[in-house]
């Protein structure tokens, strides 16, 4: 069964790092891009950036790009989403999700979400 | 402001069919790339419904359909039934953005 496995939910202070994780099996894992969509129920759906995993090209939404990491290690088929300094707006749902081809195509596998809470 | 527009609820008695429009611009649906929806029951991720306008995976009834007209899309289900309630997101990619864009979401109501 081809999946995405998130890391589980997280609750941080303002000001902390986190990195949280989404881990592929069933397929082919470095040759398909991963994306990093966020979810709160003020903004929907919004795109944060993708990963080629085989050789780490990695583009970010200009909302936030030098707000965050996104990083891969496919030795161990996994994705990365990284924060060094969290706000509490950064208190949403976040997915990872596969594109079915390429960047400009649908996304056909999301790992279950990983909820992260930001509050003081 | 989500870059495609879709409005936030539409609802239909059991058996009846309802449209969902998702209104883009020329640097997205307009610009010839595919659009795809997405379906959401509360609590769980979003779940791929339907790819490039009109295909859908394996697994989706048929009563599920797309269609697209120049910077627009519209999903369409046919013979509603109560367990269609959910949230259905449109999506498309970006020339300016050069990544997916999304509806704001759509929250179809079986009456």
């Known amino acids: 069964e081809v999946q995405l496995v998130q890391s589980g939910a997280e609750v941080k202070e303002p000001g902390e790092s986190l990195k949280i994780s989404c881990k592929g099996s069933?397929?082919?894992?470095?040759?398909?891009?991963i994306a990093w969509v966020r979810q709160t129920s003020e903004k929907g759906l919004e795109w944060m950036g993708l990963?080629?995993?085989?050789?780490?090209?990695?583009r970010y939404s200009p909302s936030f790009r030098g707000q965050v990491i996104i990083s891969v290690d496919k030795s161990i088929s996994t994705a990365y989403l990284q924060w060094t300094s969290l706000r509490a707006s950064d208190t949403a749902m976040y997915y990872c999700?596969?594109?079915?081809?390429?960047?400009?195509?649908?996304?056909?596998?999301w790992g279950q979400g990983t909820m992260v809470t930001v509050s003081s | 402001q989500s870059e495609l527009t879709q409005p936030p609820s539409v609802s239909g008695a059991p058996g009846q069919g309802v449209t969902i429009p998702c209104t883009g611009s020329?640097?997205?649906?307009?610009?010839?790339?595919?659009v795809h929806w997405y379906q959401q029951f509360p609590g769980r991720a979003p779940k791929l419904l339907m790819y490039?306008?009109?295909y859908r995976p394996s697994g989706v009834p048929d009563r599920f359909s797309g269609s697209k007209s120049d910077t627009s899309a519209s999903l369409t289900i046919t013979g509603l039934q109560a367990e269609d309630e959910a949230v259905y997101y449109c999506?498309?990619?970006?020339?300016?953005?050069?990544?997916?864009?999304f509806g704001g979401g759509t929250k179809v109501t079986v009456l």
């Open positions: 999700v596969r594109f079915i081809d390429r960047v400009e195509d649908s996304l056909d596998v």
């Open positions: 069933g397929y082919s894992f470095s040759t398909y891009w």
């Open positions: 990963i080629y995993p085989d050789d780490s090209d990695s």
């Open positions: 020329s640097s997205n649906i307009g610009a010839n790339y595919g």
């Open positions: 490039d306008y009109t």
């Open positions: 999506q498309s990619s970006d020339t300016r953005l050069s990544g997916p864009v």
